[in-house]
């Protein structure tokens, strides 16, 4: 008597599991994990998270320890969330360690009430059908290149049948770019390889073995930073996160070459909303609670182009430490770095600001605030604060000299008191609390016949101002020559053969700067050089605000430098920039900061605020002349 028995359920939940693809792949021919499957499926170039065992073996190397737990009701109709005609279950769960990454899974179908008879006479039985995958991944990295192999065995049971196979999944990963690009920040694109069954498992049911269809997948996977946020309170900098997967997949059986793509934005990088097509052409949904730093996530997807949707719910437990971020060094990715340094360090410095401010030390409060405006020159309360701190310092900065003089004089330490109270003059020459005094401790002095201690002291001064004046013109630094000529003409105001020479100095270097920048203007303008042409215009700007030519050669640098803004995402990257810039120059690091800036000028020559950083960065005397951008 023929056996025969009735599948009819069996193969309608597994059609409808499968949703058409290839019967030669059994029910191996749809993979674990609700967030690949929302992707449509495609995973093979990003596979970074448990569900790489199947995807792509290669993408566990360098992963988190991590345990994922997977349930798929199986219906032939209704809403899918009956679990009354099938399930698919799977349980996974991979250990990184210093010679690898290890791990194992178990993949299951199971369908019940499948009504099984020998003879269609027969009263029919109840059966159960189970198909049951267990995987033995092993995954390294060699660089940017991971390998990955699997180790499986397939089992089928069906009734009082059994049939069991043993073979092997093949992957590769490699990390093609990573960097930050018109994507985003911290891009990364990955190309995957996978050929699944690459040792094919044969079984035996009631027929002649069957060996399970062998599939090659290719992947493209990229990921970014598209968006970051600053929490203040916390002191923490969110990302939003942005990442997709195209995937093409050919079988030796019954798959043709098909495509397969997918999309994820996780917003603040733990809250995502997933979309793809699986290479049956059906749409695929889902979205994700918690992101790659999370120790628990939960997936949902749904595949809405099968008989009754397809529901997949997936838990994971992330159980091993993230990596260590370092977050505070010199070598960040420019954009990441310039985010964290802007926010952060305009908030610090207004923090300081404020508490200097309250302690009485203006002069600090004055820097700090300073600081904070460079950091962010339309932040209007940095601002008003650097203007409204702007006297105090200056009167507060006389005042503690004045002070340490009357003490040191107080004292009978005059040599000291005299430094002092030339200091005070010196810090602010246009002070006349600080010329009386000067002129108060002198005469005493006279008085007393111990003049020549305040005479040696001033003599000395005046001479450092006379060597700081010829620094900043060979500098050609205007700024710097008229400050040290002020100096110098506030400690001897009534001696003009001491100042005089400077002043026709400072002015008949003005007048050649002047003239050489002008003619560095035309050139650069006849010779589409931009950059030069801004540094040109800023030089003109320092020297004399009201040259005749200027508003027309300002004018002439916008037109210019416009063209150089391409796209959206060039005037992102410029923001960046500056953000670098300026993080650098607050923290000291004068040189990468012209250097950065001199980048930024490339992309927008007329940038008003790295102009102005510029401008700030020569006459405070922190560049030289060369390094100018």
Not at 79 to 101: E, N
Not at 121 to 132: N, V
Not at 180 to 199: H, I, K, P, Q, Y
Request: charge should be neutral; hydrophobic fraction near 45%.
């Amino acid at each position: 008597m023929a056996t025969r028995q009735s599948f009819s359920r069996l193969s309608a939940c597994v059609s409808l599991l499968l949703a058409g693809q290839a019967a030669a792949s059994g029910f191996l021919a749809t993979g674990p994990g609700a967030r690949a499957a929302a992707l449509g499926g495609a995973f093979t170039g990003l596979a970074d998270d448990a569900s790489a065992v199947y995807y792509n073996p290669a993408g566990l190397a360098g992963q988190r320890g991590a345990l994922m737990l997977e349930h798929v009701p199986v219906n032939q109709a209704g809403t899918g969330l009956a679990f009354d005609d099938g399930r698919l279950d799977f349980a996974g769960i991979h250990y990184p360690s210093r010679i690898g990454t290890f791990g194992f899974a178990a993949l299951q179908f199971a369908a019940g009430r499948i009504e099984g008879r020998q003879t269609l006479s027969e009263a029919a039985d109840r059966i159960q059908a189970t198909q049951t995958a267990l995987f033995l991944p092993y995954a390294a990295a060699l660089g940017s290149l991971s390998l990955g192999v699997t180790g499986k065995s397939i089992m089928y049971s069906l009734g009082s049948y059994r049939g069991t196979g043993y073979g092997a999944d093949l992957g590769a990963k490699a990390a093609l770019f990573q960097g930050d690009s018109a994507l985003g920040r911290e891009t990364r694109l990955f190309a995957g390889v996978t050929v699944r069954n690459a040792v094919a498992p044969a079984m035996r049911l009631y027929q002649d073995p069957v060996a399970l269809e062998r599939t090659f997948a290719a992947g493209l996977g990229a990921s970014a930073l598209v968006r970051e946020s600053y929490d203040a309170a916390q002191n923490r900098v969110s990302y939003d996160r942005i990442a997709a997967d195209l995937d093409f997949v050919r079988g030796d059986q019954d798959t043709v070459l098909s495509p397969a793509g997918g999309l994820e934005y996780s917003y603040l990088d733990r809250y995502a909303l997933r979309g793809g097509f699986s290479r049956l052409g059906n749409i695929t949904i889902g979205f994700g609670l918690g992101g790659p730093d999370s120790a628990f996530r939960f997936d949902y997807a749904a595949d809405v182009g099968a008989l009754a949707p397809q529901h997949r719910f997936t838990v994971s437990w992330v159980f091993t430490p993230s990596k260590a971020k370092v977050e505070s060094g010199v070598r960040f990715s420019a954009f990441r770095r310039a985010k964290l340094d802007q926010e952060r360090l305009k908030d610090r410095f207004v923090r300081e600001g404020r508490a200097a401010a309250a302690a009485g030390d203006y002069e600090l409060a004055w820097a700090d605030f300073q600081k904070a405006r460079v950091l962010d020159p339309e932040d209007k309360i940095a601002a008003d604060l650097a203007e409204s701190s702007r006297e105090g310092s200056r009167l507060a900065g006389v005042k503690a000299r004045l002070d340490e003089a009357r003490r040191q004089r107080a004292a009978g330490n005059d040599a000291k008191a005299v430094a002092a109270a030339l200091a005070a003059l010196v810090f602010d020459p246009a002070s006349p609390e600080a010329a009386d005094y000067a002129a108060q401790l002198r005469n005493e002095l006279i008085s007393s016949g111990t003049a020549a201690q305040f005479e040696s002291t001033r003599r000395a001064m005046i001479e450092e101002g006379e060597l700081a004046f010829q620094a900043a013109r060979a500098d050609g630094n205007v700024a710097a020559m008229r400050r040290a000529l002020e100096r110098v003409k506030a400690l001897e105001p009534d001696a003009d053969a001491v100042w005089k020479p400077l002043e026709a100095s400072l002015d008949e270097a003005r007048q050649q700067l002047l003239a050489s920048s002008l003619d560095d203007a035309r050139r650069a303008f006849a010779a589409k050089d931009a950059v030069v042409v801004a540094r040109s215009v800023r030089r003109i700007r320092r020297l004399d605000p009201d040259q005749s030519e200027l508003p027309g050669l300002e004018a002439k640098l916008r037109k210019a430098s416009r063209r150089g803004m391409l796209s959206f995402y060039d005037a992102h990257y410029v923001r960046q920039l500056y953000d670098t810039a300026a993080a650098d120059y607050v923290l000291g690091n004068y040189a990468t900061s012209a250097q950065t800036l001199a980048l930024l000028l490339r992309c927008d020559a007329a940038h008003r605020d790295a102009n102005a950083l510029v401008d700030r960065l020569r006459e405070e005397g922190r560049i030289a002349q060369e390094q100018e951008p």
